[in-house]
């Protein structure tokens, strides 16, 4: 049976007929920048979890951007960020000129929180909270040390679209926060998208001028501004999306459940999950010490995988200003050596996930 890493299409095909329509009426609307479609999802999304204001954007590494510069952090300032995050979430902060300060994951693979302290610096004016893999960090003791310190909170909810912690919907906890709706993401466009969302109207106001050239009023440009424009048509088909995310994400959750009870190999660790947050599930995640060979294995059965991520963002060519080498985060360099993201996708049937999970308990490393 051949199963690959995703499978973007099989969502597709839950709901095509509406997609193809909505897409349609995108295409022979004649508007395609900033119109009604926009208009409606960013209230429609705002509305879904829970924000005042959601503003629109191209992508979700611009939103990580623009959250930075709202905040007046920049050049000389510091921002804490989890060592085993995306590295766009260090591209959004030091885009900025600010320095992202790298914390080590605990034992949900996510930022420790129990650890930001100990990086505090005069410097220090925000923390990015990366609700990675569809699991909430402790937002608790995260917002504790942020008011303790008089720091801004942004939450990065790329992987996280209706996670919750203690009962609150992840992106409305902190100062604003960031969404990605790249094609894989929980809601997902057909393209590039993504969003700002805040219940501060002056940083939603700055947004919306920031992502149009610096500009409120047509032609009259306040700040130098970015291009960073949802567009109508992704818009449209997120619409269609949004009415379906609740199942689709009770669909993975359902899938997870299987993974999480069916995957008995003792080399292999499923992903702990932390008390007070559900988790939406954007992947699933395994860790084995003989993870590549577990990846050989799987390719050998037709199963796909991906690395989330192979090279630790410290270790990355992009990074090695900050001065760090191999040995400096030891628990983010073993996450990056032993994690692995099974096939985990809307529409993947039973025997798939059984055929997934038959062929991880049968798996004995050679290497052993
Ligand atoms: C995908 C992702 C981003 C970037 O989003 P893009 O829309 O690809 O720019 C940022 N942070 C995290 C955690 C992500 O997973």
């Given at each position: 049976m051949?199963?690959?890493a995703n499978n973007l299409k099989r969502q597709y095909d839950l709901h095509a007929e509406e997609y193809e329509a909505k897409a349609l009426e995108d295409l022979r609307s004649g508007w395609y920048i900033l119109g009604q479609e926009v208009k409606t999802f960013e209230k429609e999304f705002a509305d879904?979890?829970?924000?005042k204001y959601c503003v629109g954007l191209a992508n979700g590494l611009d939103a990580l951007i623009l959250a930075f510069r709202i905040l007046g952090i920049g050049a000389g300032d510091e921002v804490i960020?989890?060592?085993?995050?995306?590295?766009?979430?260090?591209?959004?902060?030091?885009?900025?000129?600010?320095?992202?300060?790298?914390v080590e994951p605990d034992e949900y693979a996510n930022l420790d929180a129990d650890r930001i302290e100990e990086k505090i610096t005069d410097k220090t004016k925000a923390i990015l909270a990366v609700h990675l893999y569809g699991q909430s960090c402790d937002m608790t003791k995260i917002c504790a040390v942020a008011r303790k310190h008089n720091l801004k909170v942004v939450e990065?909810?790329?992987?996280?679209?209706?996670?919750?912690?203690?009962?609150?919907?992840?992106?409305?906890?902190?100062?604003?926060?960031?969404?990605?709706?790249?094609?894989?993401?929980?809601?997902?466009?057909?393209?590039d998208a993504g969003a700002l969302l805040t219940d501060n109207e002056e940083y939603a106001e700055a947004a919306k001028m920031l992502r149009n050239y610096g500009s409120r009023v047509h032609y009259e440009n306040e700040v130098?501004?970015?291009?960073?424009?949802?567009?109508?048509?992704?818009?449209?088909?997120?619409?269609?999306?949004?009415?379906?995310?609740?199942?689709?994400?009770?669909e993975r959750c359902e899938i997870a459940e299987r993974y999480n009870t069916g995957i008995t190999?003792?080399?292999?660790r499923v992903l702990k999950t932390r008390p007070g947050s559900n988790n939406t599930w954007h992947q699933y995640e395994i860790f084995c010490d003989y993870r590549d060979e577990l990846a050989a294995y799987l390719k050998e059965k037709e199963i796909g995988t991906i690395?989330?991520?192979?090279?630790?963002?410290?270790?990355?060519?992009?990074y090695a200003y900050l001065g760090l080498h191999e040995g400096d985060l030891p628990l983010t360099e073993k996450h990056s050596r032993t994690v692995l993201s099974i096939p985990m996708y809307n529409g993947m049937t039973i025997e798939e996930q059984q055929y997934v999970i038959d062929a991880l308990n049968a798996f004995v490393p050679e290497a052993k």
């Open positions: 051949k199963i690959a879904y979890i829970g924000s960020v989890c060592g085993n995050a995306y590295i766009a979430c260090m591209m959004g902060i030091s885009i900025n000129g600010a320095l992202p300060v790298l990065d909810c790329a992987q996280s679209h209706m996670t919750t912690w203690e009962g609150k919907v992840c992106g409305t906890i902190g100062d604003i926060s960031c969404f990605s709706f790249y094609p894989t993401k929980g809601l997902g466009a057909f393209g130098v501004g970015v291009n960073s424009r949802l567009d109508e048509l992704q818009a449209g088909l997120l619409r269609v999306k949004l009415k379906y995310l609740d199942d689709l994400n009770a190999n003792p080399l292999i690395i989330h991520y192979p090279i630790p963002p410290h270790l990355s060519e992009a």
